[in-house]
């Protein structure tokens, strides 16, 4: 008969495993082949100063005025999209300048919410957060963006 030494233990079994991701995170977008895939229409509104306020898409149609249509990719980084702003918005295009971006998109109820995603400098690549893409802040295909120019 062996001595207890020479038992090995083994673990108990408990409950199982959760699989996939922890509930709270979200799966990595995959890589977007640019080539193959079909952009979406991103709807940009500059605003100086500040994020525009969720009432003024209270109304279809009533959108403010200073919007600028963009053909982009979930894989678009702030970084890019930035560089596109600076080609259509002044203020933009300041050395010091920095961009504030933000979603805009209806909660459960229909109401808008503006929800600040991240932000960039104009001329200072690798600072803030150039490297985020519109999938990796959770972007949905038909939210607005906005753009705030500080």
């Not at 640019?34 to 279809?60: A, I």
Request: hydrophobic letters at 35%.
């Amino acid at each position: 008969m062996a001595g207890m030494g020479d038992m090995q233990m083994r673990p108990r079994p408990g409950p199982p495993m959760h699989r996939g991701p922890p509930p709270m995170a979200r799966p990595r977008p995959q890589p977007i082949d640019r080539e193959k895939t079909c952009p979406l229409l991103l709807r940009v509104f500059t605003k100086v100063g500040g994020h525009h306020l969720n009432e003024e898409f209270s109304e279809r149609g009533k959108e403010p005025k200073d919007e600028v249509q963009i053909y982009t990719w979930k894989d678009a980084t702030l970084r890019e999209l930035t560089d596109l702003v600076k080609e259509v918005a002044l203020p933009a295009r300041k050395r010091n300048a920095r961009l504030s971006f933000a979603f805009i998109y209806p909660d459960k109820n229909g109401r808008f919410v503006v929800k600040q995603v991240g932000s960039t400098f104009s001329y200072g690549h690798g600072r803030g957060d150039d490297a985020k893409s519109l999938g990796d802040l959770g972007f949905q295909i038909g939210d607005y963006l906005s753009v705030s120019i500080m």
